[in-house]
């Protein structure tokens, strides 16, 4: 894989999610959403589908050959191009409660589960997120790099319960607990895509979730790579798939504790 072949990828993902961004930006305006639910906490709107067509249909006018894994849309085409990985909402439930923390997450990789390319576009707030292999990682045009944080007890730590497994909750708040105890304070925004850029921007120190789908956090875990953080799955013993990604993230210097805090 090239840089250029690379970066005509960034470029191309760019502009998908300024266009879906300014697309939803105005269906949020609008209201009115007609509202399915897919699962248990696990909505979709008709801007959720509408979105991932536009961002499909700006792929396929570049490049026709990838292959594409949408949220709404699932899998097709070959992979020997590299596959496209698009959530055009990432954050439903905020998009259609109208609070802010909404993105449109695009990723682009060769091997499964290394993104090469992630874009994270949070319209609501004008910050665009991006990063390419080995290029660093920016928001709005500006160099970010994840916090230099090494005392545990003073992180801020992104803790996400499982709402859609409530199954998994005791066993989840007993790590939370273990990690609030440990820590400065928890939050939780409701967009994987957005508390990934946000730990790529030093803004929080750590991440904890189980059961992201890989759309939720392909395009992030490029960029808090490239910003210097570090990402592994929270079970040694069950490593990524499309459907379950369990992530414990983090700046790099608090991984090994984070990672420590999260196991049985
Ligand atoms: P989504 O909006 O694309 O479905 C992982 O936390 C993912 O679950 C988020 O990135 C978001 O993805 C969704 N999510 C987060 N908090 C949620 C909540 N309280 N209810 C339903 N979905 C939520
Ligand atoms: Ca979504």
């Not at 590299?82 to 259609?96: L, Q, V």
């Not at 091997?111 to 990063?131: H, I, S, Y």
């Amino acid at each position: 894989m090239t840089d250029k072949e690379i970066s005509d990828r960034l470029q191309v993902a760019l502009l998908a999610a300024n266009r879906a961004g300014a697309f939803v930006l105005e269906a949020g305006k609008r209201g009115g959403h007609v509202l399915h639910r897919k699962q248990t906490n696990d909505f979709v709107t008709e801007t959720d589908k509408l979105a991932e067509e536009l961002i499909i249909s700006i792929i396929k006018e570049h490049f026709p050959a990838d292959a594409v894994f949408g949220e709404e849309t699932g899998s097709s085409g070959k992979l020997e191009h590299g596959r496209w990985i698009i959530d055009p909402i990432d954050g439903t439930t905020n998009f259609f409660r109208s609070l802010p923390n909404y993105t449109i997450s695009i990723a682009w990789e060769m091997e499964p589960f290394k993104p090469l390319v992630g874009v994270v576009f949070n319209p609501r707030q004008n910050e665009l997120f991006w990063a390419g292999k080995d290029t660093g990682a920016f928001l709005n045009g500006e160099p970010i790099q994840v916090s230099k944080l090494e005392d545990h007890s003073q992180a801020i730590i992104v803790c996400v319960p499982p709402h859609r497994r409530h199954d998994l909750a005791e066993s989840y708040f007993e790590k939370m607990k273990r990690i609030f105890l440990a820590s400065s304070d928890l939050r939780s925004y409701g967009s994987c895509a957005l508390e990934l850029s946000y730990l790529a921007a030093g803004r929080v120190d750590g991440y904890y979730e189980l059961c992201l789908g890989y759309y939720d956090m392909a395009a992030g875990i490029c960029i808090v790579r490239e910003a210097g953080g570090d990402f592994t799955s929270a079970d040694p013993l069950t490593p990524f798939s499309d459907n379950r990604c369990d992530l414990v993230a983090s700046n790099g210097l608090i991984q090994d504790w984070l990672f420590h805090m999260v196991q049985a």
